[in-house]
């Protein structure tokens, strides 16, 4: 009767996949947790421990040198390893909490603990036996030379003309 009147048939809810129900799911939860954040009977101390944390890094290029800028707060170099592998600068690092914090009664607490892993990709004109690094008051310095073969090496290529080669 429905199709007398001119109606399109309804398809089933239970058939009709909503392609975005994962995403407006996992929004749902992101603002969840976000609300809980800053609800002050459920702010559990844990979330500041063992977290992924990720230093502020920069990157510098001279004719001469790659230099790696990494900022390293609360950390001695004790805590830092750097090594250079198939083209790959890994800064690994841990910030632990203090035996001390462990009974302290936070009423804030914005300072992150956990570890990290960050990898640079270098270019082959590295020399990675000369690398060099450097750690002063929370702020790491790397600096890898460049070969003396790849430095300024240049290369001008002549346009060749297609018909001389057929």
Known sequence: MANLLGLKKSI???????????????????????NDWFDPFN??????E???????????EDKDHFKVEAEMPGMGEEDIKISIRDGLLTIKGEKAT????KDKNYLM??????SYERHVSLPDSVDIDKAKANFKKGMLWIDIP???????????????????LF
């Open 12 to 34: 089933p809810i239970a058939l009709q996949r909503n392609p975005f129900y994962s995403v407006q799911n996992e929004l749902t939860n992101v603002m969840k947790n976000f």
């Open 43 to 48: 702010f559990p101390i844990e979330r500041f």
């Open 50 to 60: 063992d977290l992924v944390i990720t230093p502020a890094i920069d990157i510098v």
């Open 98 to 101: 203090s035996k001390q914090d």
């Open 109 to 114: 607490r914005e300072i992150n603990y956990g």
């Open 146 to 164: 460049k070969k003396t073969e790849y430095a300024g090496r240049s290369r001008t290529i002549e346009i060749e003309n297609v018909e001389r």
